[in-house]
């Protein structure tokens, strides 16, 4: 798999933000299929860091209301890294 297609966007979010500051770890959206291993080498390539540590979780999708039925929005993965204490990730 390729770096470009690991990496979907970034998270921005209260909760990410707080831990940019104080733990140095960064939010993703990833492709479902990567594994942490491919993460950490797209993270590395794509933003020239330094990564220490990887975690992975991933998100079921909610049951919406659409007209007369029900849908599942899809499901997605999340994965929190953990940089180098001299490295950091400008996303602003």
Same mark, same amino acid.
């Given at each position: 798999m390729d770096n470009l297609n690991v %990496?979907?966007?970034?998270? *921005? $979010?209260e909760k990410s933000t707080h831990q940019q500051a104080t733990r140095n770890a960064y #939010?993703?959206?990833v492709h479902c299929g #990567? +594994?942490?291993? !491919?993460?950490?080498?797209? *993270? !590395? #390539?794509l933003y020239n860091v330094k990564v *220490?540590? =990887?975690r992975t979780? $991933? &998100?079921?999708?909610?049951?919406? &209301?659409? &007209? +007369?039925?029900? =849908?599942k929005t899809s499901d997605w993965?999340? #994965? %929190? *890294?953990?940089?180098?204490?001299?490295s950091r990730i400008d996303l602003f």
């Amino acid at each position: 798999m390729d770096n470009l297609n690991v %990496i979907i966007k970034p998270l *921005v $979010t209260e909760k990410s933000t707080h831990q940019q500051a104080t733990r140095n770890a960064y #939010a993703f959206e990833v492709h479902c299929g #990567a +594994n942490k291993h !491919q993460i950490k080498d797209a *993270v !590395q #390539a794509l933003y020239n860091v330094k990564v *220490v540590d =990887v975690r992975t979780m $991933t &998100r079921k999708g909610k049951s919406r &209301r659409s &007209r +007369n039925k029900m =849908v599942k929005t899809s499901d997605w993965k999340r #994965a %929190i *890294v953990v940089l180098d204490e001299k490295s950091r990730i400008d996303l602003f």
